[in-house]
């Protein structure tokens, strides 16, 4: 089966893999250091196919560009430690690479003490929340996707739940920001949507189970959440194993 | 590579030139916001990046949209380019091509499907490439090592590159076992590499 996975390596290069098989593919990729050699390799091969197809394009394409890119923030650079790829980014579709540019993590320590605190009061108010916090293997993380918000991620492998906490989230008139835990394939599931307060700040979430789950995402739906994911994550956070 | 630099576009940007990291650097540049970098970067990589989607799209209006859409991707994503992975234009070329083929694959009816597919096994490419765009030595370079490929490989890779086909839709183009066309899309890239002189 590996070999067999293997051969998928110019499939893969030639972007033509889709659905199940680009799934199995990268998963097979992230655990395989001479596959991604050979990937690359061969992804300057078709590059050079690409080039050679080159013609000019039409004048006016450069202006509007031009135009564009002059109004069009660009994304943050991604921190020097970037979390080890994972499968599920791509089964959103191109953009949440993109995305993925915003996404700031394991800024560890320091940035939300405040929410830091915010959290261990709360341990009185929600049994739940107040077991994961409890665990001996809680782990805290912090991270700020944005400027002004930050974030703030306690998971607890051995209660198999998570919990969610945001600061300065913008409230929304028409949507909601939902949470969801993603598998390795991409497959999300609804941890249900943010609760923000008129001060942004979010009320801490459950999240559960743990198992499988490889990232916890935020999107942006239609008021109420929706059953899947439709819009590109505003932020993302792997579950550090 | 002995063609002349002054003749502008992307004539030498071959995998083991020095505009290589030229592109590398120029896009590190782009990243810190530098609209004067993009524009040079612009010049250089947008007929590749047109000439690629125009052959897989063919429609003239549908293909300067999503050429523009990834031009603007490649301001706005700068950030992202990592030279650990790879040459800036395997970066662009790939964001290029996966635009191209997420259209392709959303809008073309199937009714289109084999138009398409003798399009892209056509050796037009190289024919329809305005000349300043691109050298002739290169063109040239890889039609002489597509051409050293096995009818089979080369159908597979350029069904699948030039007309955005997954692998299974090639098997089915090609009636051919799945098997046999994803053996024969690797060693055809493989033998294209060595025949290119791509550095690994």
Redesign the interface.
């Given at each position: 089966m590996r070999q067999d996975l293997h051969?998928?390596?110019?499939?893969y290069?030639?972007?033509?893999?889709?659905g199940e098989?680009l799934r199995r593919f990268e998963d097979h990729l992230s655990h395989c250091d001479s596959c991604r050699?050979e990937v690359?390799?061969?992804?300057?091969?078709?590059?050079?196919?690409?080039?050679?197809?080159?013609?000019?394009?039409?004048a006016d394409?450069?202006r509007?560009?031009?135009e564009?890119?002059?109004t069009?923030?660009?994304?943050?650079?991604?921190p020097a430690a970037?979390p080890r790829p994972r499968g599920w980014w791509r089964r959103w579709?191109?953009g949440i690479?993109?995305a993925?540019?915003l996404v700031v993590i394991l800024a560890l320590g320091g940035i939300a003490w405040d929410q830091h605190r915010q959290l261990e009061n709360y341990r009185t108010a929600e049994r739940q929340v107040a077991e994961v916090l409890a665990a001996p293997d809680a782990t805290w993380t912090h991270a700020a996707p944005e400027e002004g918000v930050s974030v703030t991620m306690v998971t607890a492998p051995s209660q198999e739940r998570l919990v969610f906490s945001a600061h300065g989230l913008e409230r929304l008139d028409e949507e909601d920001y939902q949470l969801w835990l993603t598998e390795g394939d991409g497959t999300a599931h609804s941890a249900g949507v943010l609760d923000v307060a008129a001060d942004g700040l979010v009320e801490p979430m459950v999240a559960e189970p743990l198992t499988n789950m490889h990232a916890v995402a935020v999107t942006v739906e239609p008021r109420g959440g929706s059953d899947e994911p439709t819009t590109e994550p505003m932020m993302a956070m792997p579950i550090e194993e | 590579m002995t063609e002349d630099p002054a003749a502008g576009g992307l004539h030498s940007l071959g995998a083991h030139t020095g505009q290589q990291s030229d592109l590398d650097a120029l896009i590190r540049t782009v990243a810190r916001g530098d609209e004067r970098a993009f524009e040079a970067l612009y010049d250089q990589v947008s007929p590749a990046v047109y000439g690629l989607i125009r052959r897989i799209l063919r429609d003239p209006a549908q293909s300067e949209e999503v050429a523009q859409e990834v031009l603007v991707e490649i301001w706005r994503s700068a950030c992202r380019f990592d030279d650990h992975r790879g040459s800036a234009l395997s970066w662009i070329m790939t964001l290029t091509h996966r635009r191209a083929v997420d259209r392709v694959r959303s809008t073309q009816a199937s009714s289109d499907r084999e138009e398409r597919a003798a399009a892209a096994q056509a050796t037009l490419p190289f024919d329809q490439v305005e000349e300043e765009a691109t050298s002739r030595l290169e063109r040239e370079r890889v039609r002489r090592c597509l051409d050293s490929l096995t009818e089979l490989q080369r159908q597979s890779v350029t069904l699948a590159y030039y007309g955005g086909y997954t692998y299974r839709e090639v098997a089915r183009l090609l009636s051919a076992s799945l098997g046999t066309v994803k053996t024969r899309m690797r060693d055809g890239l493989i033998r294209l590499r060595d025949c290119l002189g791509v550095e690994r």
């Open positions: 051969t998928l390596a110019g499939a290069a030639l972007n033509a893999l889709s098989d050699q690359r390799g061969l992804t300057e091969t078709t590059a050079l196919l690409g080039t050679v197809a080159a013609r000019t394009p039409p394409l450069r509007r560009v031009l564009q890119i002059a069009t923030r660009q994304l943050a650079p991604q970037e579709g191109p690479a993109l993925a540019c | -």
